[in-house]
């Protein structure tokens, strides 16, 4: 099988590369604009693919408040192309969504993919029409939600799109950090995500997913979690989101059921602290050494 990855210079497209190796076409936004329609479908005239994996998308969180338009179109109208170019050759279509999409119930239960919805944010919102673009227009559809991402190819550029490397960086700068306690989430590792659509990808059973790492914590506990594990001397104080104003509001409950995806795969997911020490593992191994 052969797999155009959209998105394929970001964290998890990166990842999906290293897996899939030379059955792969990665593309970032300078080879496919994937809202139009004559782009998209070159590339795959030229690629010659057997299924799509769309990971771009518009993640600025806050910016998107000042730039709906501009966050819908990649986010809502760009998936409804890909879809329905999909349909018409008959690809199935693999798109990436969010934890987002939940936010106005702040009940402490894991979301469900029979629950309905309810974004608190224009990014969210965004999102969720995207999801509901791919599914009405592309019967061979794997919708797949995630949380809180962080992988290898965000450590050039301070981390940006990553919070370990944020932390990590601000670690390694300050001594004492406020971070938000009352946003729950599962950090998840690209590297566990990608292996996930991977094997997923190998099946018929399209439809929606959830996928995170196993587990659940606050952004506080992980990075607590985040500087015990890297040994470095850093107090962080655990505020709540009130005291960090955001131009986007935030889901408190972020926590996704992967109960579905378990069963069709027939495995479950890292939790979600062997999966940051695999992380903070490998990141050791590949720091430079220094010559002194």
């Not at 997923?200 to 995170?212: E, F, R, V």
């Not at 509001?249 to 995806?261: E, I, N």
């Amino acid at each position: 099988m052969k797999v155009l990855i959209l998105g394929g210079e970001g964290q998890l497209g990166t990842e999906l590369q290293n897996l899939l190796k030379e059955n792969s076409v990665a593309c970032g936004r300078q080879d496919v604009d994937i809202t139009s329609h004559d782009s998209f479908s070159q590339q795959l005239e030229k690629s010659k693919v057997d299924l799509v994996i769309n990971a771009a998308a518009y993640n600025l969180v806050d910016q998107a408040e000042d730039e709906p338009d501009e966050a819908y179109r990649i986010n809502a109208l760009g998936p409804r192309n890909l879809a329905l170019e999909c349909a018409t050759r008959n690809l199935p279509l693999v798109h990436i969504s969010t934890d987002y999409v939940f936010g106005q119930d702040t009940s402490g239960t894991p979301w469900k993919e029979t629950d309905a919805p309810g974004p608190v944010s224009v990014y969210g919102t965004s999102k969720l029409a995207g999801e509901y673009f791919v599914r009405s227009s592309c019967k061979k559809h794997f919708i797949v939600r995630t949380c809180g991402l962080y992988g290898h190819a965000a450590r050039s550029g301070n981390g940006k799109g990553n919070f370990v490397e944020t932390m990590l960086r601000l670690g390694s700068e300050r001594d004492k950090l406020r971070v938000v306690d009352d946003q729950h989430c599962t950090p998840t590792s690209v590297k566990d995500l990608a292996a996930a659509i991977c094997d997923l990808i190998q099946l018929d059973a399209y439809g929606l997913y959830h996928c995170t790492n196993d587990g659940d914590c606050t952004w506080a506990n992980l990075a607590m979690e985040i500087f015990q594990y890297s040994k470095m001397n850093v107090r962080v104080t655990p505020i709540s989101s009130s005291e960090y104003p955001t131009k986007a509001k935030r889901p408190k409950q972020s926590l996704l059921d992967c109960t579905k995806l378990t069963a069709v795969l027939g495995r479950s997911m890292p939790h979600w602290k062997d999966a940051l020490h695999q992380y903070l593992d490998e990141r050791t191994i590949d720091e430079p050494r220094s010559n002194s």
